[in-house]
C-alpha cells in the first residue's frame, strides 16, 4: 500500500486524509470592525478589484480571491488583522458593498456572507439569474454542493458559518467560506474556482487554508473511489498506519507581527523606494505632486495586490505596513495615508475608463519599481525601529484603532534613519 492517503487504527473506523492539501492556522477573532475602517476597506477593496479588472479581466479576479495568500495579503492591506479569520468575513462584507451595485459595469457579483445571509445565497443566485439569463439553477447548485462537501464530505472538525459565492456575468464562479472549530479556537477557510476542478467529489479545491489536525475523513480525493470502496476490508485486514507528509502554511497566533513574519528584503525595497530621496525618477513613478513618501510607500503596497504574481504573497504580513491594523498591529491605521490611497487609486481606476492609462501605469510602475530596488537591496536590523516610528508618528496619519485615536508619544523620539 502507498502513501496516497493515511489510515489511523481506531476501535470503530479508520480515518483518512489525503496527502496533497495544505493546512495553516487561522486563529478564530471576535468583534467588529468599526465604522471608519469598514468604509474605507470597502471603497479600497473595491477600487483594487476594479483595477484588477481593467488590467487582467474579470477572471483574473477569481483566481486572485482562489489565492489564500493572496487573499491574506489583500485583507492585510485592507487594515484588518494580519493573521485572524476576522479578514475572512469584513474582505467579503467590503466587496459585496462596493462590487454588487457595480455588477452591470464590472460584471461580478457576490452572494451569501456570514450566518443567517449565507442562507440566503440561492434566493441572491436566482435573483441575479432573472436579470442576467445565467443558470440560476446551475449556480444554486454549485452553492450547495461546495458547502455540502466542506461541512459533510470533508469532516475535520470544522463547522461553516461563512459561504459566500462570487460569480461573473459570463457564469465563471469561486467560493470562499470559512468554518470553526469553537474547541480550539481555529478557524478553516476554504477557496474554490470553478475553472480549476471537474468534479464536485473529486478534489475540488484551490486550497484550504486551516490549521493541520492530524488525522480527518476526506472522501474528495482523486483516489478516494478505491477508498470508499475497501473501507470495511482494510478494517478487517488491519493496515499499518501510514503517515505522508502534508505541507504547512501557518498563521501564528501571536498578535503582533515579528521579522520572522515577513520577508524583510521585499519589504526593505518598498521602504527604499518611498523614503530614500535619491531615488531616482521619484516623482515621474506617479505623475502626481504633493504625494510624500508616507503614501507611497502604502500605494506601493497596494500596486503589488493587484499586479504581483502568485509568489510575492508567501509573506501576507508584509502588506500589514500599508495601512495598519484596527487592533495596534504593526502600528495604528494611518486614515489619512489610508484616503489618499483610496483617492489616487480611484483616480487612476477613473482616468483608464477614458483612455488615459498615465496614473494607471505609474502606479503599476511602484511594483516594477520596487522588484528592481530588490535584487541588490541588503536588509538591515531596523525592522522593530520601524515599528516604533509608525506607531510614534502614527498620529501625524490619523492613527486609529478599535480602542480610540493615536496620540503623540510623551517622548518625542529622535527620527529615526531607517537606512543604515
Known amino acids: 500500500m502507498t502513501g496516497v492517503f493515511a489510515i489511523t487504527l481506531c476501535k470503530e473506523m479508520p480515518k483518512l486524509y489525503f496527502n496533497n492539501q495544505r493546512y495553516a492556522d487561522l486563529p478564530l477573532h471576535y468583534g467588529k470592525v468599526p465604522p471608519w475602517l469598514a468604509e474605507r476597506m470597502s471603497k479600497l477593496g473595491g477600487a483594487i478589484i476594479e483595477a484588477v479588472v481593467l488590467e487582467y479581466g474579470r477572471s483574473e ?107 461573473t456575468d459570463e457564469g465563471e464562479w469561486a467560493v470562499v467560506q470559512q468554518g470553526m472549530n469553537n474547541d480550539n479556537g481555529m478557524a478553516r477557510r476554504y477557496h474554490w474556482h470553478s475553472t480549476q476542478f471537474k468534479s464536485f467529489i473529486k478534489e475540488p479545491h484551490t486550497f484550504i487554508y486551516g490549521k493541520n489536525q492530524g488525522q480527518i475523513l476526506n472522501l474528495t480525493d482523486a483516489l478516494a473511489d478505491e477508498t470508499k470502496s475497501g473501507i470495511l476490508s482494510l478494517v478487517k485486514e488491519g493496515p499499518k498506519i501510514i503517515v505522508p507528509e502534508v505541507t504547512k502554511l501557518i498563521m ?84 489619512k495615508v489610508y484616503d489618499q490611497t483610496i483617492d489616487i487609486l480611484r483616480m487612476a481606476v477613473d482616468k483608464a475608463k477614458i483612455g488615459e492609462t498615465d496614473k494607471q501605469q505609474a502606479i503599476k510602475n511602484l511594483t516594477l519599481a520596487a522588484q528592481l530596488i530588490e535584487q541588490n537591496f541588503v536588509p538591515n536590523a531596523n525592522f522593530y525601529k520601524l515599528i516604533e516610528k509608525e506607531k510614534n508618528e502614527a498620529y501625524k496619519y490619523g492613527g486609529r484603532t478599535v480602542f480610540g485615536k493615536s496620540k503623540p508619544p510623551k517622548n518625542n523620539p529622535d527620527q529615526l534613519d531607517l537606512f543604515k
Open 61 to 167: 479576479v477569481l483566481n486572485k480571491l482562489s489565492d489564500p495568500s493572496w487573499f491574506q495579503a489583500f485583507g492585510c492591506v485592507l487594515g484588518m488583522d494580519w493573521h485572524s479569520s476576522g479578514i475572512t468575513t469584513s474582505v467579503m462584507g467590503a466587496l459585496k458593498k462596493a462590487l454588487n451595485p457595480k455588477f452591470n459595469e464590472l460584471g461580478i457579483y457576490i452572494a451569501g456572507g456570514k450566518g443567517k445571509y449565507s442562507r440566503q445565497t440561492p434566493a441572491e443566485l436566482i435573483a441575479l439569474s432573472e436579470r442576467t439569463g445565467l443558470n440560476g439553477d446551475e449556480l444554486v447548485r454549485s452553492s450547495k454542493l461546495s458547502a455540502k462537501v466542506d461541512n459533510t464530505a470533508i469532516q475535520d472538525g470544522f463547522q461553516l458559518y461563512l459561504h459566500t459565492f462570487i460569480v
Open 252 to 335: 501564528p497566533t501571536h498578535h503582533d507581527v515579528r521579522a520572522e513574519d515577513v520577508d524583510i528584503k521585499r519589504l526593505g525595497s518598498v521602504l527604499a523606494l518611498a523614503h530614500e530621496r535619491e531615488t531616482k525618477d521619484f516623482e515621474s513613478l506617479l505623475l502626481l505632486e504633493g504625494v510624500g513618501p508616507r503614501t507611497i510607500q502604502s500605494v506601493a503596497l497596494v500596486s503589488e495586490i493587484i499586479h504581483g504574481t502568485a509568489s510575492r504573497f508567501t509573506d501576507p504580513a508584509r502588506f500589514s505596513f500599508a495601512h495598519g491594523g484596527k487592533d495596534g498591529h504593526p502600528f495604528p491605521v494611518p486614515t
